[in-house]
C-alpha cells in the first residue's frame, strides 16, 4: 500500500496567519492516465470530512481562494492564506491513485 | 442536493454481522461508482472498497484488508448502497461513511458508528 506521510501532526496558529501542511508519498502518485489524484480533506470536529482540493491543485465547490494546493509526484503541500476559526479540525490528505486508497495521519490545526 | 445517509450502524459481538445502507438522494444514483470509508476512533480513514456505476456493470473493488469479509452491493430501484460485513473483529469498531464516486471525494454522508465488542 503507498504510505502517506503528513507533517506537522499538529499545529496551532492565529487568526490571520498562514500555514503549510506537508504530505509525501511512498510512490508516485502519477496514474497511468497522466492525472495525479491527491485531494485534501478538511474534518472539522464531529463533522465529515470536507473536501477541499482535488488533482493537486484545483479548488473543491464552495471552498475559499484561501486554500491551495501544490506539489507534484510524491512531494505535496496544502497552504491555508490568512487562517480564520472556521479552519480548525484535522487535515487529510488521501492519493486515489493507487488501490487501496490511502489517507495520511492527519494535521490537527488548532487556532491560539 | 446531493444527500447521503447511512443507517445500520450499532454494537455487536465479535464474530458477528452486520448490514449498513447509505440512501442516495439528489442525483442519478445509476450513473455514479459509490464507495464505503471507515474511520476508526482518533485514526485517520481507510478506504473500503467501491461498486462501479451502471456503465461499468456494478462490479466492485475491495481494499485487501477486508476483502473476504466485506461485502458491497447496491439497490438501483431504490437508490440505496449496502455495505455487508461480517466476522467482525474489535478492529472494525469504526464510524462508517458512504461516498459518491471514486476518486474524488466530493460528498460524504454524516456515517453511522459500529461497535464490536462483547
Known amino acids: 500500500d503507498v504510505v502517506m506521510t503528513q507533517t506537522p501532526p499538529s499545529l496551532s496558529v492565529a487568526i490571520g496567519q498562514s500555514v503549510s501542511i506537508s504530505c509525501k508519498s511512498s510512490q508516485s502518485l502519477v496514474h497511468s492516465d497522466g492525472k495525479t489524484y491527491l485531494n485534501w480533506l478538511l474534518q472539522n470536529p464531529g463533522q465529515s470530512p470536507k473536501r477541499l482540493i482535488y488533482?493537486?491543485?484545483n479548488l473543491g465547490s464552495g471552498v475559499p481562494d484561501r486554500f491551495s494546493g501544490t506539489g507534484s509526484e510524491k512531494d505535496f503541500t496544502l497552504k491555508i492564506s490568512r487562517v480564520e476559526a472556521e479552519d480548525l479540525g484535522v487535515y487529510h490528505c488521501v492519493q486515489a491513485t493507487h488501490v487501496p486508497f490511502t489517507f495520511g495521519s492527519g494535521t490537527k490545526l488548532e487556532i491560539k | 442536493e446531493v444527500k447521503l445517509l447511512e443507517s445500520g450502524g450499532g454494537l455487536v459481538q465479535p464474530g458477528g454481522s452486520l448490514r449498513l445502507s447509505c440512501a442516495a438522494s439528489?442525483?442519478?444514483?445509476?450513473?455514479?461508482?459509490m464507495s464505503w470509508i471507515r474511520q476508526p476512533p482518533g485514526k485517520a480513514p481507510e478506504w473500503l472498497g467501491v461498486?462501479?456505476?451502471?456503465?461499468?456493470?456494478?462490479?466492485?473493488e475491495y481494499n485487501p484488508s477486508v476483502k473476504g469479509r466485506f461485502t458491497i452491493s447496491r439497490d438501483n430501484t431504490q437508490n440505496i448502497l449496502y455495505l455487508q460485513m461480517n466476522t467482525l473483529r474489535a478492529e472494525d469498531t469504526a464510524i462508517y461513511y458512504c461516498?459518491?464516486?471514486?476518486?474524488?471525494?466530493?460528498?460524504w454522508g454524516q456515517g453511522t458508528l459500529v461497535t464490536v465488542s462483547s
Open positions: 439528489g442525483f442519478t444514483f445509476t450513473d455514479f461508482y
Open positions: 461516498a459518491r464516486g471514486l476518486r474524488w471525494f466530493a460528498y
Open positions: 461498486i462501479r456505476n451502471k456503465a461499468n456493470g456494478y462490479t466492485t
Open positions: 488533482q493537486v491543485s
